[in-house]
């Protein structure tokens, strides 16, 4: 039998007599071969215990140590009672363990912030290292899965943070909301606590040890990557936010690590040889400190995986510039530009020149006047035009020079333009392109079509390799293959739209001819 079919059949049976918590001990079967431990945040009576108890069930020999913690829990309710004997006899501090934590597979700690700092600092280092000093020796813990639970998150100042990032997963628990679950779960006899997993289905602690070294041989695709570091980058991004600087989303490269250990779990379970977009959806549930971050990480991760999954991978932007590239070069071959036009000045009221713009009455400047302009102010007389008379009188002086651009002149130190008219054309001279010179544009475009094409064949590749087992991942709900599948679709629709632009290049320039038009 391979990996997944028993998985599959596995999470079957630890889901019987339980209603609606087949995510939670999907990710708690998952998290305890990955090796890591998880939290449940939910209201009491939501079943977040009998998680644990139906979880040690999916362990050959699986025992189970659970516990409500409150302030006044001591170290000897946790890990075990002193041995008497041993401390009378042999001057030892030792503990009686069997039955206690340090000997259980599947441990339970309910209200787990509750505990005394002696508990926690022997819980982080059972949880780092899979080991319990006991007095003189080191016990090897087989602890497989530690679930804590409780219906807040730890205070912020009480020295819980390093304890709380040793849960990778964080779920929230709710209660059972379909009305028929409802009404079977409050009528029927469920046998929620009974052992219902046959023995040829339970891990044994050898096969345990084997999937642990092969699960580090799991491959990590780039696109795998890719979307590890647009959602490290959308991290960064909200916490350079103002409103976010007091509250930041941490996630420590230790954190990173095991969320790819996570990732690659989930691969190996669903018996692949490398993880995939799918296995991505995982990391929503490893990022959250607060409540209030759980929507902006689970769409940091959603936005990762569906725009940036696959596109990363084809260079867009690449192939963009050197499109635009082609075309400037085909219009630089093929299209010219002749200009005729002619800028002068218009002769206004015989002999005077018209100034834009200056005071109507005295708008005129003699041609001579103007011609013998210098660079340096002299006094000029202006003129207006009497309609009455219909003729030019003069006005008054003005200090007068040179222009700093052709056709436009200073007075009292400020610049006007002279009226002008243009007179010719702007003509567009197109030439149809040489033989040899079309034949290596044709070269050109075959060769962008031939990498569209692949980009093609590749995402088709992943549609009948990757997809076809998205909506089979034990531990990712099925809908979010709408995600992937979607941006595949999109992602083709992109290439497609290259291939449409690449063809009318083509078209546009065999059409070209010899030709000469008016464009101004």
Known sequence: MTVKPKITELLKRLNDGVIEKEEVIALSLLSSVAGESIFLLGAPGVAKSLVARRLKYAYKDGSSFEYLMNRFSTPDEIFGPVSISQLKDHDKYERIVK????????????????????????LLTVLNEKIYRNGEQEIQVPMKALISASNELPSKGEGLEALWDRFLVRLIVDGVKDKQSFNDMISKTLNSYSDTVVEALKISDDEYKKWNKLIDEIEIPENVFNVIHVIRGFIDQHNQREENKQNPIYISDRRWRKIVRLIRTSAFLNDRKGADLMDCFLIKDCLWNETEQIQATSQFVRDAIQKHGYSLKFNFKGLKDELDEFKTEIKEETKFEKDTRVETLVNARNDYFEIVGFNNENNLIRQIDYNNLTNSNESVRLYYYYEYYRQVQQNRTYNIRKGNSKFSIFINDQEY????TTKGEKRQITKKPHKKVEEDWDSRVANYLDVTNNQKEELETYRTNDLKHLRTNLFVNPELANVVESHLTSTRKEIEKFEVEIRKIQNDYKKLKDEEIVIQ
């Open 417 to 420: 333009k002279l009226k002008t």
């Open 99 to 122: 039955n206690y934590l340090p000997t259980a597979t599947v441990v339970f700690l309910d209200e787990i912030w509750k505990s005394g700092p002696s508990i926690q600092n022997a």
